[in-house]
């Protein structure tokens, strides 16, 4: 593979004589710029290749300048600048930062000629290197240089690249690339105003703020005018992205919630058992994580991707445990006296937090995402979704179809529900009722775990992990009404959903605050919930 | 309860039927009355020298005393788990922060005797208008019991008239002090964002750090507990508090019978929010600082255990428990830090299992069983100020 690739890479060095393929061994662009200034054509040449070599994004602006003859250098330190004549006087441009730095005489600086043979390559490197590169990634990164920089000299290379383009994506980024330079550099308002159309049928913040400035800044009051309809066309295409966009970070943010909070339903929804060490329980799901991915790392290493696999299974059982344990040790003794459980299991969730700070470090852990969860698809221009918000919100949908036909269509669904229904009928039909309670709270305890599993994906794994969640998610449960799974889904996503619409003009903090106080007040209204128990179950 | 046996109805009877109760009153009056002689009187080299820092501590406890009776008042005597509490402290030590504040005046950092440092900091040009006012001791003591009472009325009002009781009361009390500490954390609330209110000079003119001013502020503390504590006996031994026990044994119960449990309810907690305000106004010029770190959900559930350690229900339990703690709270975070939570977490779950009464709990039974051997052991001196 390597080898194919450096042979293609050659080839195409070849054959527009630039070395764009030593991009490993570039130096940065600071490092390269100074080597501009020499009289030999010869280290001219080669310090365009090292430039274009760096990638760096500013490397246009400098070949561009270099090919009008307005790139110098400063005779006393040697500084590579870029130079505008004013009158008698030289203004030279740093072009790292590409501020003024300052008003010289001639004799200060000395130009960086250019010949013939000098000004082809340029122009081949302007754009080319990576406008024709072999892997589309690099290809639409090109696209997307030329769209900042818009500079006219890339256009001929453009049509070029257009033409040979096979990929969709990149050939219609190179095309948008295409019509901003016309838009800005074509002579005739007919290319211009077909420059805009072209452009805004494609919304997006680039398009947006390309066409604002049209709008605001041509002369031409023809494509003035229809910047500014297209622009209006392309604002309101934005907001309605927009509004999707925050849908999806509702419902993404919904999905965490609804992870936080189902293993809580089943606890305080259907048993009555406040547990405050539910947070606790994902915490300890998340480090289940942390550790299976450690040992695969050891043992594994070529596995690496999918050592989500094991700890899935792993956190269930850890964290189910764990919450067998509470049950058999502490809760069975406190049963009917639910706000002495509430404390309890307060005490506890701070020993489990102390335990765990105690083992692994008060810091946090690192957790990657495996391949398959990282990066994000691009829809339109205005709405990216990241795959591990997506795979979370399929997941947490998942677990909750799970626990509904666990508890709907299992014996020992059954078995659980006539439990907590009636206890001592329950128990006068044979049920071990101990025994169900302490599964029953096992598998709560183990959700939430699975829970802690997903949260390792998008939050820090640290001993305080649950603590974030633990408030929220009885807020999730609280408001959908307890005893009720319907209830937690509907809760989490609107929580959720009402929480991201909120952000944007009240900031996290407040919106959060809003949200709570919402809570608070529904509960007044509606003390049992969304979706309330009705019937005897209700005054417990 | 074994100690609401109020059978006389005037005078002070309701006091002098708690043994309890008058073990307490009995040692504030002595704290009152020989903190200041081992203080300032005795010569430091003397060996009954009491240490300043000591009299600071033992304040600071006191406050928290005085936190703990309001939290007994209501969970102890009407069945009302609030997991806010932490959060009308909170909101009386920013009354009081927000006094001294302005008493600091062109002393700050900035000079400037308008506004506080952080604001100046933070550009603002004038004082914001729930600013105003607080330069006056009088109105700010008044704010300092006002704004948790309004706050607990409000939100007891809405809450208890919906019936939102039991744990759903807590979760959302939980939730109220949650959301409180966030606003507060944010630097446009106009209380010093995560800094919260520090750097006070002095309290009514006078030095906040001199050794004067902490004894007084030890007694001030001390009488409010004493204080704190007649009004919530007062309350629990008259017809009111009968109701209220009505209303935590069995609140469908208390309402069948034709009363309106909610304004009973409201009216404790009410109260209840006022006295947590007036230890936070108490607590603020001992430590020196208030900021949001105070409306931690966690505080307002420890403050829970300091009750239920002394013994819920009792009133002077509370005291006990939430000096005990707090002592133990300053020697094993010093003397080892990764212990503590690990104590406290313990402590929770083993006192609601095996000590649902909490030590005034284990020492009744213990006098029960001895009763004709020793009369009166007094064990709760343990606990009180030394």
């Not at chain 1, 494609?202 to 309809?229: I, N």
């Not at chain 1, 058992?273 to 300890?284: P, Q, R, T």
């Not at chain 1, 999918?306 to 509470?326: M, T, W």
């Not at chain 2, 009491?50 to 406890?61: D, S």
């Amino acid at each position: 593979m390597a080898a194919t690739k450096k042979i293609i890479c050659f080839a195409i060095l070849m054959l527009h004589s630039i070395t764009w393929s030593a991009t490993s061994l570039a130096s940065t662009f600071e490092e390269t710029l100074p080597q501009f200034a020499t009289n030999s054509s010869k280290a001219k040449s080669k310090a365009i290749e090292a430039l274009v070599a760096t990638g760096d994004e500013r490397t246009a602006i400098i070949l561009e300048v270099f090919l009008k003859g307005r790139l110098y250098w400063r005779k006393s330190d040697k500084k590579v600048v870029i130079v505008r004549k004013s009158g008698s006087v030289y203004v030279l441009t740093d072009p790292l930062t590409s501020k003024e730095i300052g008003q010289v005489k001639k004799r200060i600086i000395r130009k960086i000629r250019v010949n013939n043979r000098l000004r082809k390559k340029i122009r081949g490197a302007l754009g080319g290197l990576t406008l024709l590169s072999e892997t589309p990634d690099v290809r639409s990164k090109a696209a997307d240089a030329v769209f900042k920089s818009r500079a006219a000299a890339s256009l001929p290379l453009l049509e070029k690249a257009i033409a040979r383009e096979t990929d969709h994506a990149v050939k219609s980024k190179m095309e948008l690339a295409r019509a901003a330079i016309q838009l800005t550099t074509a002579k005739s308002t007919n290319d211009r105003l077909a420059a805009i159309k072209y452009l805004s049928t494609q919304a997006t913040p680039k398009m947006r703020s390309l066409l604002a400035s049209t709008s605001e800044t041509s002369k031409d009051e023809a494509v003035k005018s229809a910047a500014a309809v297209a622009l209006k066309k392309i604002e309101k295409s934005l907001s309605f992205w927009n509004g999707i966009q925050n849908i999806f970070q509702g419902v993404s943010l919904g999905s965490v919630l609804l992870l936080a909070a189902v293993g809580l339903a089943i606890t305080f929804g259907v048993m009555g058992v406040i547990n405050m060490a539910h947070g606790e329980l994902v915490m300890i799901g998340a480090y289940t994580t942390f550790v299976v991915q450690e040992f695969f790392r050891a043992y594994f290493p070529e596995a690496l991707d999918y050592s989500l696999a094991v700890a899935i299974p792993a956190a269930f059982l850890v964290a189910g445990s764990f919450g067998i344990a509470i049950e058999r040790g502490i809760i069975r003794f406190l049963y009917g006296r639910p706000l002495e459980t509430l404390l309890a299991t307060w005490g506890l969730s701070l020993i489990l937090q102390q335990m765990v700070r105690s083992i692994f470090g008060p810091t946090n852990r690192d957790v990657s995402n495996p391949a398959w969860m990282s990066g994000s698809i691009e829809v339109t221009g205005g709405l990216v979704l990241t795959y591990n918000r997506i795979w979370i919100i399929v997941f947490s949908l998942l677990i909750l179809g799970l626990l509904v036909l666990l508890l709907k269509k299992t014996a020992f669904g059954l078995q659980m529900r006539a439990v907590t229904q009636n206890r001592s009928m329950a128990s006068s039909m044979g049920i071990r009722t101990g025994y169900v309670d302490a599964l029953t709270f096992g598998l709560g305890s183990g959700i939430a775990g699975i829970a802690g599993v997903a949260l390792s994906q998008i939050d820090n794994v640290s001993p305080n992990l649950g603590q974030n969640y633990i408030i929220d998610s009885f807020m999730v449960v609280v408001f959908g009404g307890v005893g009720n799974l319907w209830g937690t889904l509907v809760g989490a996503f609107s929580l959720g959903i009402a929480n991201k619409f909120m952000e944007p003009f009240a900031g996290a903090v407040l919106a959060k605050i809003f949200v709570l106080i919402a809570i608070i007040l529904f509960i007044q209204k509606r003390p049992r919930g969304l979706f309330a128990l009705k019937g005897r179950a209700v005054e417990n | 309860m074994a100690h609401d046996n109020s059978g006389q109805k005037s005078g002070f009877a309701f006091l002098l039927t708690d043994t309890g109760g008058k073990i307490l009153l009995g040692l504030i009056a002595a704290g009152v009355f020989l903190v200041p002689i081992l203080n300032l009187m005795v010569p430091v080299d003397s060996a009954f020298h009491l240490p300043t820092y000591l009299v600071a501590l033992f304040g600071k406890y006191l406050t928290y005393a005085l936190l703990a009776l309001s939290v007994d008042l209501i969970w102890g005597y009407c069945g009302i788990l609030s997991l806010g509490h932490g959060a009308f402290f909170a909101l009386g030590g920013y009354g009081m922060g927000m006094y001294m504040m302005r008493q600091i005046g062109d002393r700050g950092v900035y000079g400037n005797a308008e506004l506080p440092d952080f604001m100046v900091f933070l550009n603002w040009t004038e004082l914001p208008w729930y600013w105003f006012g607080f330069s006056n001791f009088s109105f700010a003591m008044f704010m300092v019991v006002l704004v948790p009472g309004i706050l607990a009325f409000l939100f007891g009002w809405l809450a208890f008239r919906s019936r939102v009781t039991g744990v759903y009361l807590s979760i959302i009390t939980q939730a109220m002090t949650y959301a409180l500490m966030l606003a507060f954390f944010r630097n446009d609330m106009g209380f010093g964002g995560n800094n919260g209110l520090t750097d006070f000079k002095d309290l009514l003119g006078f030095n906040l750090q001199s050794q004067g001013m902490r004894v007084s502020l030890f007694i001030l503390s001390a009488l409010a507990v004493a204080g704190g504590y007649v009004i919530c006996r007062y309350i629990v031994s008259s017809r009111l508090g009968r109701v209220l026990v009505a209303i935590r044994d069995s609140e469908s119960r208390t309402r069948f019978l034709g009363y309106r449990v909610e304004y009973y309810q409201l009216f404790v907690f009410t109260l209840s929010a006022m006295l947590a305000g007036v230890a936070g106004a108490l607590y603020v010029p001992q430590v020196g600082i208030i900021n949001p770190s105070e409306f931690t959900p966690a505080n307002s559930i420890e403050l829970v255990i300091w009750v239920a350690i002394g013994g819920r229900g009792t009133l002077y339990g509370a005291v006990l428990g939430a000096i005990l703690v707090n002592y133990a709270k300053t020697y094993l975070t010093s003397a080892f830090p990764e212990a503590w939570l690990y104590a406290l977490g313990a402590l929770f779950i083993l006192v609601t299992i095996f000590l649902p009464k909490g030590i005034v709990g284990i020492i009744s039974a213990w006098k029960v069983r001895k009763i004709e051997s020793s009369p009166d052991p007094e064990p709760e001196a343990v606990g009180g100020i030394k």
